[in-house]
């Protein structure tokens, strides 16, 4: 998608979300909030803990509609909004003001230095670029990660029949071509992360969320209706 494309939805982007998933009895507040919450989760979880004083990069950030959660779940990180879409960016500015720096990208070239961040965040992001571009992307975000820098890409699960249908129905989504979690580990792998790893998320709907404390082991099983690759710049982080 380009970023005159991006620009049109900018305005109505969560009326459009929100109609899109209500099948799942979720807001799009949910849907953002928990992705937050396994990035804070990874970052405490690697050696030395640097979840409370990360710089994060927001890639595909769009109009920051996960920066209360990087406040509310990781208070201290320094987090940078990247986006193609000039409108959004400037949404996203006028709302959330110094909770995060909004950066425009040209769609090639991250305008940052190389390890500037710890940690970088794609959240359902690629499925709207070529798959052509994915590697190339993907290696740029490498780029500029620390050397113990990691990436979670989040995106959607094509083997989920209730995601498909969410895609299929949903305005922004006109274009989108889904990826499975294999290709997009395999893609991060080319791109040069020395590892990556799959882990499947959303397997209950609001009604029967009662039993999502039970996701935590069903990580393996690719049925969830989303799932984000884990790729790490260097063994051993």
């Known amino acids: 998608?380009?970023?005159?494309?991006?620009?049109?939805?900018?305005?109505?982007y969560r009326t459009l979300h929100a109609e899109s998933i209500k099948a799942s009895?979720?807001?799009?507040?949910y849907f953002a909030e928990y992705?937050?919450?396994?990035?804070?989760?990874?970052?405490?979880?690697?050696?030395?803990?640097?979840v409370d004083r990360a710089a994060v990069l927001d890639f595909g950030a769009g109009v920051g509609y996960s920066v209360p959660f990087f406040a509310r779940h990781m208070p201290r990180a320094r987090v940078t909004c990247l986006d193609v879409s000039q409108k959004s960016l400037?949404?996203?500015?006028?709302?959330?003001g110094s909770a995060a720096d909004f950066r425009h990208f040209d769609g090639k070239r991250i305008p940052f230095a190389d390890g500037t961040f710890d940690v970088a965040l794609a959240s359902c992001v690629f499925h709207h670029?070529?798959?052509?571009?994915?590697?190339?992307?993907?290696?740029?975000?490498?780029?500029?990660?620390?050397p113990k820098g990691q990436l979670l890409v989040f995106e959607h699960n094509?083997?989920?029949?209730?995601?498909?249908?969410?895609?299929?129905?949903c305005i922004f989504d006109e274009h989108a071509v889904l990826i499975g979690a294999p290709a997009m580990r395999q893609r991060a792998?080319?791109?040069?992360f020395a590892a990556a790893d799959v882990r499947y998320r959303i397997f209950f709907p609001h009604w029967a969320r009662g039993l999502r404390p039970?996701?935590?082991?069903?990580?393996?099983?690719?049925?969830?209706?989303q799932y984000y690759v884990r790729a790490k710049k260097a063994l051993g982080v």
């Open 214 to 225: 039970t996701e935590k082991w069903l990580t393996w099983l690719p049925l969830g209706a």
């Open 90 to 96: 400037d949404l996203g500015a006028a709302k959330h």
């Open 1 to 12: 998608m380009e970023e005159a494309e991006f620009d049109k939805f900018a305005a109505e």
């Open 189 to 192: 792998l080319a791109a040069g």
């Open 129 to 146: 670029i070529p798959h052509s571009e994915h590697v190339e992307l993907l290696a740029e975000i490498r780029r500029v990660l620390t």
């Open 25 to 29: 009895g979720e807001s799009p507040e």
């Open 158 to 169: 094509p083997l989920n029949p209730l995601t498909r249908h969410a895609v299929n129905t």
């Open 35 to 50: 992705k937050i919450i396994d990035v804070a989760a990874e970052l405490a979880s690697a050696p030395g803990g640097m």
